[in-house]
């Protein structure tokens, strides 16, 4: 069975500020994905970022990237530029990449708020 | 808007009662997913359809059960609720291959009262 864990429950930053969520994860498999997902006020699951776990080089969606340790089994999302409306619950994810099983296992979240 | 619908968006019930909760996945999706989020448990995986048939069973309570129909919608039913099982339930559809993102409908809040 995976695990993740993410353990800042809250962060804050400032508008324009850099900010790093962390998270880190268990598992005895070989290749996987993991996701961020950002959940607002509003309550919807928005997907931020993906990394499959095969490819070494670091994803990236604009302000978004991550920082994807395999060794040390972590996966933290970095976020640039902070503005407002990425105050949200961060969740980071795991799922298998073999099979069609491919449910998420979520860690328990990360609330950032974004100061002005 | 993700492409994945779920009804009704808001649901209040009573103790002991049934209810159902419908997901239409994204138009080529094959995969439809269940979660629960409470603020005691989580966001916890229920179970996975794909193309009709169940794949994966996670911490769903025998009380609840899932049905993936020819069309592909997929309904969640909940019975004999108790003061627990309010949460929000969300569905989600992916396509199972190379790019398996999922993506979450709005969510359906359940309040047992």
């Known amino acids: 069975a995976q695990t993740v864990t993410q353990s800042q429950p809250e962060m804050s930053v400032q508008e324009a500020e850099t900010v790093t969520l962390s998270c880190t994860y268990d598992?005895?498999?070989?290749?996987?994905?993991l996701f961020w997902y950002k959940q607002p006020p509003s309550r919807q699951m928005i997907l931020v970022i993906r990394?499959?776990?095969?490819?070494?080089q670091n994803a990236t969606e604009n302000r978004f990237s991550v920082n994807f340790q395999k060794a040390a089994k972590s996966f933290s999302l970095k976020i640039s530029d902070s503005q407002l409306g990425d105050t949200a619950m961060y969740f980071c994810?795991?799922?298998?990449?073999?099979?069609?099983?491919?449910?998420?296992?979520f860690g328990s979240g990360t609330q950032l708020t974004v100061l002005p | 808007d993700s492409g994945v619908t779920q009804t009704p968006k808001h649901l209040i019930t009573a103790t002991g009662q049934r209810v159902t909760l419908r997901c239409s996945p994204r138009?080529?999706?094959?995969?439809v997913y269940w979660y629960q989020q409470s603020l005691d448990q989580g966001l916890q995986f229920l179970i996975q359809?794909?193309?009709?048939?169940?794949?994966a069973k996670g911490n769903i309570l025998e009380r609840f059960s899932a049905q993936q129909f020819p069309d592909l919608h997929s309904e969640l039913n909940l019975s004999s609720l108790e003061l627990g099982d309010s949460a929000l339930y969300f569905c989600?559809?992916?396509?199972?291959?190379?790019?398996?993102?999922?993506?979450f409908g709005q969510g359906t809040r359940l309040t047992v009262v």
């Open positions: 990394q499959e776990a095969y490819k070494q």
């Open positions: 359809y794909y193309n009709g048939e169940e794949r």
């Open positions: 138009s080529g999706d094959l995969s």
């Open positions: 989600a559809s992916s396509v199972v291959g190379a790019r398996s993102e999922a993506f």
């Open positions: 598992t005895s498999e070989n290749n996987y994905y």
């Open positions: 994810a795991f799922m298998k990449s073999s099979g069609s099983a491919r449910q998420l296992t």
